[in-house]
């Protein structure tokens, strides 16, 4: 279902967002690589050239808390390959340590990734979407959205907003042919925590890479609005 269709992936240079950039592609998706790191973009967009499915990927090197680079991004990937068909929102920082420790910038940085960055590739893409009233967008959240923990103030305040955004614009777009979903995985094996990235009793990028094929190929009359993601196993006592 993906084959053939243009999606935008942020926070496509690594991680999670990687990992559904090169499972899309293998399944013959155009993808649009938005990030901030043009050269690993580049690099990742000539592995993605897959002639057997017809998968291809584009760099679309830009930063998600400007509204003007995801505006041009959407449309380069759009003369590239067409209607943007879906978004995957994958980019996302986190700053973490008690509240007093928290300065101005670490709050502004967090909410600005990952809530405001959100916001505004919805609003990139949303002009095809309802145009053509049909578009998956798919918001890579945390059980953080849910859960709180010391030292997550920024964070789970980010990430509670992303869930209220996402289960807004639902009830927004769903009239309009437009789904939302938001995965919320546990601790995921990429770089991003603080402890060892290659923990192996951590979910891997690529299991919330085939949960978003999930989302974007369930062709029913239902939209999986919020799945949340554990791992089989508990993190091992220290």
């Known amino acids: 279902m993906v084959r053939g269709k243009a999606v935008l992936v942020t926070g496509a240079s690594r991680g999670i967002g990687e990992a559904v950039a090169r499972a899309l592609a293998w399944r013959g998706a ?120 010391a030292g997550g103030a920024a964070y789970n305040a980010s990430k509670f907003g992303l869930l209220g955004l996402a289960e807004a614009s639902l009830h927004d777009l769903r009239p309009r042919g437009v789904r939302v979903s938001t995965i919320l995985p546990g601790s995921v094996n990429t770089t991003f925590s603080s402890e060892r990235a290659d923990a192996d009793w951590k979910i891997q990028p690529t299991d919330v890479a085939e949960t978003v094929l999930y989302v974007l190929e369930s062709d029913t009359g239902v939209i999986p609005s919020v799945i949340e993601l554990r791992p089989r196993r508990s993190k091992p006592a220290d």
């Open 30 to 149: 155009r993808v649009g690589l938005f990030a901030r790191g043009r050269a690993a973009l580049e690099e990742l967009a000539r592995e993605l050239a897959y002639p057997e499915s017809g998968g291809a990927a584009l760099a679309l090197p830009g930063d998600v808390t400007r509204p003007d680079d995801l505006a041009a991004a959407v449309e380069r990937l759009e003369e590239a390959f067409g209607p943007v068909w879906a978004l995957v929102n994958s980019a996302g920082v986190g700053v973490f340590g008690p509240i007093w420790e928290l300065s101005d910038e670490d709050w502004e940085r967090v909410r600005a990734v990952n809530l405001d960055g959100a916001f505004h590739a919805m609003r990139a893409v949303l002009p095809t979407m309802l145009r053509e009233e049909r578009g998956t967008i798919v918001h890579i959240g945390s059980l953080a959205s849910r859960y709180a923990f």
